[in-house]
């Protein structure tokens, strides 16, 4: 999916493997990888490069992957 911020858009991957949800997620230097068990946590672990930005890209993730 694509998350959309104000400055810019970052391209994720999101899937459950053995209870556990993996996501990763595009950036200039290359894939960051996150693992939670729920998927916004996972999410938030592999924004973590945008610093600045991942409240409002987490503000874009379809409500039936919000929960926590």
Same mark, same amino acid.
């Given at each position: 999916?694509?998350?959309?911020?104000?400055d810019f858009c970052?391209?994720?991957?999101?899937?459950?493997?053995?209870?556990?949800?993996?996501?990763?997620?595009?950036?200039?230097?290359? !894939?960051?990888? +996150? /693992?939670?068990?729920?998927? #916004?946590? @996972?999410l938030q672990a592999? =924004?973590? !490069?945008?610093? +600045? /930005?991942?409240d409002e890209l #987490?503000? @874009?993730?379809?409500?039936? =992957?919000?929960?926590?």
């Amino acid at each position: 999916m694509r998350l959309v911020c104000s400055d810019f858009c970052v391209d994720v991957r999101l899937m459950q493997l053995n209870g556990r949800w993996l996501a990763s997620a595009d950036t200039p230097a290359g !894939p960051s990888l +996150g /693992a939670a068990w729920f998927p #916004l946590d @996972a999410l938030q672990a592999a =924004l973590e !490069p945008f610093d +600045g /930005a991942v409240d409002e890209l #987490l503000a @874009a993730v379809p409500p039936d =992957l919000a929960w926590r």
